[in-house]
């Protein structure tokens, strides 16, 4: 179903190489989020934006950079700093109603590895 | 910080068993607590949430419980079927609006 696109579904990375992954939503929510998912490891929190124009470190930010310039989009950059990048990453969005947390919409997710 | 344990890892049911799967959560002040399904691949969906003012919710054959005294939740699915198989994730909302996820159950059904 539509709502929150990622692309690619699948990238590979070479060493010291920076690549950008892509989320775009269109169901008009304030928060994003980028989560990385390893095997036995759930989902963890690596960045974060409630508003345009900022966003928070979640608890695995090392290594990573975003953006928020637009509403609907909030890409990932996954640095050369990151030594260890290969894992599915899932972005989601939420609404922002000021009455405590709303439910968390995903994307597919992209699957990231080193060449 | 903020931490959310869930258990067991792995659970395999005989289909027409029910499951349950347990989560604590660390943060009293957590108020919303949403368990999520994923296929193999695929995005985790959201099957099911409950908030802090509500004890127990159902839908159809799915059910969760919240103990706020105790901090903790459950996932409760009867009459599992082989479509039931997938990981299932407990999360609670935490303290800066982002959701602390549990680190998930391989639920199995045979058939």
């Known amino acids: 179903d539509g709502g929150i696109t990622q692309s690619p579904k699948y990238l590979f990375r070479k060493e010291g190489q920076n690549v950008t992954l892509s989320c775009e939503q269109n169901?008009?929510?304030?928060?994003m989020y980028w989560y990385r998912q390893d095997p036995g490891q759930g989902l963890r929190l690596i960045y974060y934006?409630?508003?345009?124009?900022?966003?928070q470190k979640g608890d695995i930010a090392e290594g990573y950079s975003v953006s928020r310039e637009k509403k609907e989009s909030f890409p990932l950059t996954v640095t050369s700093a990151q030594k260890n990048p290969t894992a599915f990453y899932l972005c989601a969005s939420s609404m922002m109603t000021g009455r405590g947390n709303q439910p968390q919409h995903f994307g597919d997710g992209t699957r990231l590895s080193i060449l | 910080g903020e931490n959310v344990e869930q258990h067991p890892s792995t659970l395999s049911v005989q289909e027409g068993d029910s499951a349950v799967i347990k989560c604590t959560y660390s943060?009293?002040?957590?108020?919303?607590f949403p368990w999520y399904k994923q296929e193999l691949g695929k995005r985790p969906q959201l099957i099911i949430d409950i908030r802090s003012n509500v004890g127990e919710k159902k839908d159809q054959r799915i059910a969760v419980t919240l103990n706020k005294t105790a901090k903790h939740f459950s996932l409760h699915i009867t009459e599992t079927q082989p479509e039931d198989s997938a990981v299932y994730f407990c999360?609670?909302?935490?303290?800066?609006?982002?959701?602390?996820f549990g680190k998930g159950t391989k639920l199995s059904v045979k058939p």
């Open positions: 943060d009293s002040a957590s108020n919303y």
């Open positions: 999360a609670a909302g935490g303290s800066q609006g982002n959701l602390i």
């Open positions: 169901l008009n929510h304030d928060a």
């Open positions: 934006s409630q508003i345009v124009n900022d966003f």
